[in-house]
């Protein structure tokens, strides 16, 4: 997860991290342990982050 950094330059990669990072603190504060929850909120989070909702993985 935190071994791809989607982005173009190194300030969106950074601006990447910190919302992925966001996400996940959010989950924790939540207490959402469920994986399907948790793997969906990532790829909407990177969907969001992209502008495509047609892309969930990096290929």
């Known amino acids: 997860m935190g071994s791809v950094r989607e982005g173009q330059t ?4 950074e601006k990447y ?7 996940i603190n959010d989950l924790r504060r939540d ?7 948790v793997a969906s ?7 969001r982050f992209l502008q495509d909702p047609s892309r969930v993985l990096s290929l």
């Open 41 to 47: 909120e990532i790829a909407a989070y990177r969907r």
């Open 10 to 13: 190194e300030e969106e990669k």
């Open 31 to 37: 207490k959402v342990k469920d994986f399907n929850t």
């Open 17 to 23: 991290l910190a919302g992925l990072k966001e996400i």
